[in-house]
C-alpha cells in the first residue's frame, strides 16, 4: 500500500449536499489540411473575378434574325463576325428594341413574362443566331449594304477559351504544388512519413545537469558510469569492457524520470534525442519501423549520442498477449524493429539508449534480455530527506518567508515524488501572489497542500445543522487519531469546504514507512470510522457523508485479507489474483475457490465491524472530549495539532522529537 499524502487526509461528508527550447526543424508551422479546400476555392474565385475585371464581355442584345435582315437592309449594320452559326455584330446608331423583339424563340414559352411587363432595351451590340435552312443571299445583301464581314477558326480556340477552360485547372495543380511544398517542409511530405519526429537537444540549447536533480540520489548514481563512458570511451575500451546499449528507468509518474534522461545528456554535453514511444505508431503499417530506424541512423551520424523513448510500454508490451484483439502489425513491427536496431549496433559506437516506464510488469521479455536494456534503474519516490532536497531546489528563485521550514514540509509531504512538490511550490507562490504578499509564507503551503489534495474552497453557504454535523464528523476522526495507540498523530482537522469534501482531517506520519503492522492498519481504519462513529453517537443515525470513508477502509480490510495474510482462519496466503494485461477483468482467472472467496467477505467485514465498535466505545468513554472538539471547530473551522489538544485535553506522548535535520545529499 502506497504511502501518499492522500492515503493521509481522511474526508468528511461528500460535498454532493445542496449548497523547452524549440529545434526550428521540427516546430515549423503546419497547414491545417482542412483549410486546403478553402483556398482552392478562393484562386477560382480570384482567377473569375480578375478575368472579368481585365477582360470584360462587351455587353450585347438578342435579337431575331428577322429583326437583323431588317436592320441590314435598313443600313444600319456597321460589322458583322460570325462563329458558326452565331452572328454577333454592331449597330451604326444605338437600335431601341422592343422587349417581344429581343425574345429568342425559346424565350417566348408561356412561362415568360408579358412583353409589357418588360421595359425597352437600348444596345449598340447585338448578337443572333442564323437559322440553318437560312437563303444563301444574305452575304450578297451584307456587301450592297457596305457591312464588313469578319470570320473566326472554329478549330482554334481563342486565348479567353484557353484561359477560361485551363485556368482553373493549373490553378488547382498549382495550389496542390504548394500545399505538398508545405507540408513536405513541415514533417517530410507524403514520402516523409517514415521519418522520426524525435526533438533533438544540442548544447547551443539551455541543458538539464545534475544540480537540477534532487532526492533520486540512488538512480543518479547508476547513471554516472553513463556519462562517464561519454566522455571517456577509451576508459571503458581499453581492458574490453563495453557500456550497457539500454538503461531502463523505472519509476511512478512524476519522479523524474524524463528530467534524469536529460541529465545525462546535459552533464555528458552530447546530442539528446527524445520522443514518446507513442510518436512512433501511424495508421499506415510500416511507418513505425521506418521511423526507428531513421532515428538509429540520425543518433549514428550525431554519436556519440543518447536515444530516450518515453512511455516505452506504448509499444513494448508483451507480444501475443490476450489483450490483442484485432490487428497490432504496426505495434508489433515497431517493436520489432526497435529489438532490430539495438542488436545491430555497437555499444563502442557511442549510442546509448534510454527509456523510461512506469509499467515494467508489462514489457515485452525480449526488450529485458542482455544486450538491449540490460540495466534497470529504479526511481523510488523520494524520503524525507529527498524531499527537501527538491523543495530546496524548486524554491531557489522563490522568495521565503522566515515562518517556512523547507524540512517540516517535507516532513508533511509523505509520499509525493518530484512533480507534485514542484506543484506545491508553484501553487504557494500563486497563492501568496493573489495576496499581495513580499512572499511566501508556511500558511500558503498548508493552503496549497490543502487545494491539491482536495481541491479549491468552496463558498457555498450550510445550513447551522449541516455544518454542525460535519463538525462532530471531523471531531470523530481527530479524537480517535489521538486516543488510538499505533496509528498517525493528527496534523490539523477542518470544515472549510473543499472539492466534493465538506471537511478533512489530516494525518503526519512521524516517519516515512516502508512496511505496515497489523496495529497500525487497525488504527487507521478505527480512526477513518470516527466520523460514521460520531454522527450515531450524537445524532442516533447515520448519513451519506461516510461514503469515502467506507470505501478506504474496506480497501484496507480488503488488502490485509488478501495480500498480507493478516486473518487468522485464512492463514499466511496471498490471494492476490495474477493480473493478466491482455484480459479485461471479467474474464481474469480466479486463483481460489467460491468457498474461500465468501471467507474473504466474512473476514474483510470482521476486521471492520471489530474496528467499528471500538471507535463507537472509544468515543463513548469521551464524549465530553467530543463536544469540546467540536464546539471550538465551529468558531476557528481550522484547528492545528496544539490547538486540538488544547479543545480535547489530550496529551502529546513522551516520546524524542523526530529528527527532520537534512542528510547531505550529492545531488542537491
Known amino acids: 500500500m502506497a504511502n501518499q499524502l492522500a492515503d493521509n487526509v481522511t474526508t468528511g461528508p461528500i460535498g454532493d449536499q445542496p449548497t523547452r527550447a524549440k529545434d526550428p526543424a521540427v516546430d515549423k508551422p503546419r497547414l491545417r489540411p482542412q483549410r486546403w479546400w478553402l483556398i482552392v476555392l478562393a484562386l477560382m474565385a480570384a482567377n473569375y473575378l480578375v478575368m472579368q475585371v481585365l477582360f470584360p464581355e462587351p455587353s450585347s442584345i438578342t435579337i431575331s434574325y428577322t429583326f437583323f435582315k431588317q436592320q441590314v437592309a435598313a443600313g444600319n449594320v456597321a460589322n458583322v463576325t460570325s462563329v458558326g452559326d452565331l452572328i454577333r455584330g454592331r449597330f451604326k446608331t444605338e437600335v431601341t428594341i422592343s422587349p417581344r423583339e429581343s425574345l429568342t424563340p425559346s424565350a417566348k414559352t408561356p412561362a415568360a413574362p408579358p ?61 496542390f504544388v504548394w500545399i505538398s511544398r508545405r507540408a513536405a517542409s513541415a514533417s517530410g511530405g507524403l514520402f516523409g512519413l517514415g521519418r522520426s519526429r524525435a526533438k533533438r537537444y544540442s548544447e547551443e540549447q539551455p541543458k538539464v545537469t545534475f544540480d537540477d536533480v534532487a532526492g533520486i540520489d540512488e538512480a543518479e548514481n547508476e547513471l554516472i558510469e553513463i556519462v562517464d563512458f ?113 542488436d545491430g549496433f555497437d555499444s563502442r559506437e557511442g549510442v546509448i539508449v534510454l527509456a523510461a516506464t512506469n509499467r515494467a510488469d508489462v514489457l515485452d521479455q525480449a526488450l529485458l534480455r542482455p544486450g538491449r536494456f540490460d540495466r534497470r534503474v529504479v526511481v523510488q519516490r523520494p524520503d524525507r ?64 497542500m490543502e487545494k491539491i489534495t482536495l481541491g479549491p474552497a468552496r463558498n457555498i453557504l450550510l445550513n447551522p445543522v449541516d455544518r454542525k454535523r460535519t463538525a462532530y464528523h471531523e471531531a470523530g476522526h481527530a479524537l480517535l487519531a489521538l486516543l488510538v495507540p499505533g496509528g498517525d498523530p493528527v496534523h490539523r482537522v477542518s470544515i472549510v469546504p ?47 457523508g461516510a461514503e469515502n470513508d467506507l470505501q478506504q477502509v474496506t480497501e484496507i480490510a480488503r488488502h490485509m485479507v488478501l495480500r498480507w495474510g493478516m486473518s487468522e482462519k485464512l492463514g499466511p496466503i496471498s490471494f492476490v489474483v495474477p493480473q493478466d494485461e491482455g484480459l479485461p477483468p471479467a474474464f481474469q482467472h480466479q486463483p481460489y475457490s467460491e468457498v474461500t472467496a465468501e471467507l474473504i467477505d466474512v473476514e474483510v467485514r470482521r476486521i471492520v ?35 486540538i489538544r488544547d479543545a480535547t485535553g489530550v496529551l502529546a506522548p513522551d516520546e524524542p522529537a523526530a529528527d527532520l535535520s537534512l542528510r547531505p545529499s550529492a545531488a542537491s
Open 115 to 175: 412583353a409589357e411587363q418588360l421595359k425597352p432595351i437600348a444596345s449598340m451590340r447585338f448578337k443572333t443566331q442564323r437559322p440553318v435552312f437560312a437563303d444563301p443571299g444574305l452575304e450578297r445583301l451584307l456587301e450592297e449594304k457596305g457591312v464588313v464581314i469578319e470570320a473566326v477558326d472554329e478549330s482554334r480556340p481563342s486565348w479567353f477559351t484557353l484561359l477560361v477552360g485551363f485556368g482553373p485547372t493549373v490553378l488547382l495543380i498549382g495550389a
Open 230 to 342: 561519454l566522455k571517456n570511451p577509451a576508459k571503458y575500451q581499453r581492458l574490453g569492457g563495453t557500456v550497457p546499449k539500454g538503461v531502463l528507468l523505472v519509476g511512478a509518474p512524476g519522479t523524474g524520470k524524463t528530467l534524469l534522461a536529460r541529465a545525462v545528456a546535459g552533464q555528458a554535453s552530447v546530442p539528446f534525442f527524445s520522443l514518446s514511444a507513442s510518436e512512433f505508431i501511424e495508421m499506415i503499417v510500416g511507418v513505425g519501423a521506418s521511423r526507428v530506424r531513421d532515428l538509429f541512423r540520425q543518433a549514428r551520424e550525431a554519436a556519440p549520442s543518447i536515444i530516450f523513448i518515453d512511455e516505452l510500454d506504448a509499444i513494448g508490451r508483451s507480444r501475443g498477449s490476450g489483450s490483442q484483439l484485432g490487428g497490432h502489425d504496426e505495434r508489433e513491427q515497431t517493436l520489432n524493429q526497435i529489438l532490430t536496431e539495438m
Open 385 to 448: 530527506a529527498g524531499r527537501a532536497a527538491i523543495l530546496t531546489v524548486h524554491t531557489k528563485h522563490v522568495p521565503l518567508a522566515s515562518d517556512v521550514d523547507v524540512a517540516r514540509i517535507a516532513a508533511e509531504t509523505p509520499g509525493l515524488v518530484g512533480a507534485e512538490l514542484r506543484n506545491l511550490v508553484n501553487e504557494a507562490a500563486l497563492l501568496a501572489a493573489r495576496k499581495e504578499a513580499s512572499a511566501v509564507r508556511a500558511e500558503d503551503f498548508a493552503e496549497a
Open 498 to 544: 473543499r472539492g466534493m469534501a465538506l471537511g478533512a482531517t489530516y494525518q503526519l506520519p512521524v516517519d516515512d514507512r516502508t512496511s505496515y503492522a497489523e496495529d497500525y492498519l487497525r488504527a487507521r481504519i478505527t480512526s477513518t470510522l470516527g466520523g460514521r462513529a460520531a454522527e450515531k453517537l450524537v445524532y442516533g443515525v447515520v448519513t451519506t
Open 609 to 643: 465491524e471489530e474496528c467499528h465498535r471500538e471507535a463507537d466505545r472509544l468515543l463513548a468513554a469521551h464524549r465530553p472530549k467530543l463536544d469540546a472538539l467540536a464546539q471550538a471547530l465551529l468558531k476557528a473551522e481550522s484547528l492545528n495539532e496544539k490547538e
